[in-house]
C-alpha cells in the first residue's frame, strides 16, 4: 500500500514522536493510574506530529504507539516519571518538549536507541 504509508518519518523526527508519546504514557500513568486508552494514544501521536514538521501514515503512527507501550514502563524503575509535577515540567511551551531539560534528553537518547533497534529489527523500513 502506497500513499500516507509510504511517508516515513526521518529517524530524528521518529526519535522526536516516540519521545513524545513516552511522556503522553508517563503522564497518564502518573495522573489516571492507567496507560494511554487507545483513543488517548491516537491523539498523543497526532498533538505529537503536529509539533514536527514531518508527516507520516497510519502504519508508522501504530509502529510508534506500539514501540511507546514497550518503553515506558521501562522509565518507571526512577521515581521522578511517576509524579505528575515533574511531568509536566518537562514541557517548554503548550505541548512542546523541554529539550533543554537533562531529563528530556536523555529520555531521547533512550528513544533514540529503542528506535533505532526497531529499524534493524526490521520493524520499520525506510522507504518502499
Request: some cysteine.
Amino acid at each position: 500500500m502506497r500513499g500516507h504509508d509510504s511517508d516515513r518519518l526521518s529517524p530524528t523526527a521518529r526519535t522526536h514522536l516516540l519521545c513524545y508519546i513516552v511522556v503522553a504514557q508517563l503522564v497518564s500513568r502518573a495522573t489516571a493510574g492507567t496507560w494511554l486508552r487507545t483513543d488517548h494514544l491516537v491523539e498523543a501521536v497526532r498533538i505529537g506530529l503536529g509539533t514536527l514538521a514531518e508527516e507520516c501514515g497510519w502504519l508508522e503512527r501504530i509502529e510508534l504507539g506500539r514501540a511507546s507501550v514497550d518503553l515506558a514502563p521501562q522509565f518507571l524503575v526512577f521515581p521522578c516519571f511517576r509524579d505528575r509535577v515533574i511531568l509536566a515540567g518537562l514541557f517548554a511551551d503548550g505541548w512542546t518538549l523541554n529539550y533543554t531539560s537533562p531529563v528530556v534528553q536523555g529520555m531521547y537518547d533512550v528513544c533514540k536507541e529503542h528506535s533505532a533497534t526497531l529499524v534493524r529489527s526490521r520493524k520499520y523500513s525506510r522507504g518502499p
